[in-house]
């Protein structure tokens, strides 16, 4: 995706105000969280498959009725899958390089299915015809549904190789942070599914260079927004340059006032790990903890005016943005949106929200964050748990909001989305999401809007 000018961008990878204050947690952080989220390299693996027919089990009837033969490039010829556990096991294939073709037919009978995948497929149901699955459609065949959930669009017909692209695919409306005036005319959008370029708006976090080439010059990170207090985002930005001998490891204030579009530059602030709490008529509320937890308000210029100390401000009332809970987000915040950047595989940590709630009473949860998301449940009043969706599909991230009733679940690959809180999903292809740039805010109902450093992804989400 790199064209012209845009090879010339260099972002590191963590915060240099973490390295200089926590050098000895990110290290290990650092360690942890790229031996897990690094994206795997090519490798030989044996692919699984699990098939029914007539909804049932194949073990359950016969090994001798259903025969599974594979074939890849490492192969000259169709080879007889093994029989382990109720699956068959391909032999060692570099499927995610080079799919691997798979054959099933019943002895006796001129019934064949094909298929062709990069990815092991846990519920084949037997039957005549062509399928083919990519990143985006074998998350969904994967995917199973439990206490009278159903996902809408999860039917094998949009697998088969004649309509592998029906599944509705989920838009995103590009802004390349930079003057197209400035930008090479020699410049080709690049042909991505799902992506329309919209335009070309000058950002004050990215800079002109003497050699007519483009610097980040400061990293955007936490974002913050509340509509009923400022119609503008904000986000802390720090500045980017490795090359000065005195490095200026303060976080920055930033502002957009066009939904993310592009940003510009208010002023620093004096402690390295503030993180905003509030906006009032007399400007910018900021929680800071260093010797001491202190909340300090500056002025719309950036002039300190007053502080506070605070032994909780976690539950303090001016703290409307920092819940400091990783389990619960109440409906009573749905009016204020903040994010917590996972901007590449070395960079600090990512908050995680686990638990919703529409009402109070009710809860949606995402099991296995932040590495390895794979189950989504419901649990009432009463405590009991109910299992809704089973993912199945070997993510590493998964993005949880709630929306009003909306629960949206936004992962690499594809996006699901409830309008009735958990009881029916439809299901979404995303295109191309870089994983290691997400950083995420709604603006309102129905727009997620991906914040990364050369550009914004404005995503509808209906």
Known sequence: MCKGHLCNFTFPGIRKFIMFKYISTCLLSCALITGTLAQPGFSLAPLRFKVFYNGEDFIRRTEKDIVLEWHSST????????????????????????????????????????????????????QSGQFVFDHNTAPLANMRAFSATHIINQ??????ISAKDTLPLLQKQRYVYMDKDLYPHDFEEPNEPGVQYKGFQKSEHIQATDEDEYKLYMELGQLYYAPALSSSVYCIGYVNDLHKEIKDYRPWLLESKDGC?????????????????????????????????????????????????????????????SSCDTDTKFSTMQGVESSSPYMATQSSSHLFHRRFTNDGVHFISIEGLPYHPNEINRAGKNGNEEKLLELNTGDTYAYLTVRKNKVVVVSYDYTLVSDNFGSSWTYYRNGLLNGGNWNFIWLDD???????QEFADVIKVD
């Open 75 to 126: 192969t000259n010829h169709w080879q007889k899958a093994m029989v382990q556990n109720g699956e068959f096991i391909t032999g060692a294939v570099d499927a995610k390089r080079n799919p691997a073709d798979i054959k099933i037919y019943r002895r006796g009978s001129l019934d064949t299915m094909f298929i062709r995948t990069s990815q092991s497929l846990h519920h084949i149901p037997f």
């Open 261 to 321: 579009r592009s940003w510009s530059i208010r002023f620093a602030l004096q402690e390295a790990d503030a993180q905003l709490v509030n906006i009032n008529d007399r400007g910018f509320v900021f929680f800071r903890e260093n010797e001491r937890t202190v909340f300090i308000t500056y002025d719309a210029i950036g002039n300190p005016i007053d502080s506070s100390a605070t032994e909780s401000p976690c539950n303090a009332l001016q703290n409307i943005f």
């Open 446 to 452: 129905n727009t997620l809007v991906n914040v990364t």
């Open 155 to 160: 039917h094998w017909k949009y697998f088969s």
